[in-house]
């Protein structure tokens, strides 16, 4: 796909799978204290923390999320 709408071209340097046994990633416990610490942390250098690592590992917390940083972005 990236070669078709980048024009990318090669093989990987690296590739991964991880596989969740209970299907998602399951977040620890005190992982929205962590995350709000990180973002400020970031937002102090205009650094926008995006992803499944963040706010959530599905599709639609993906989707949300890109809302969420395309108004801190703007703000900026």
Do not use: F, K, M
């Not at 970031?42 to 993906?62: E, F, K, M, Q, S």
């Amino acid at each position: 796909d990236i070669g078709i709408v980048l024009g990318a071209s090669g093989t990987p340097t690296h590739a991964s799978v991880v596989r969740w046994q209970r299907g998602v990633a399951q977040y620890s416990l005190g992982h929205r204290d962590r995350v709000r610490a990180a973002v400020t942390a970031a937002r102090t250098h205009r650094i926008a923390l995006a992803g499944a690592d963040y706010y959530g590992p599905g599709v639609n917390d993906l989707c949300i999320d890109t809302a969420r940083i395309l108004d801190e972005v703007r703000a900026w």
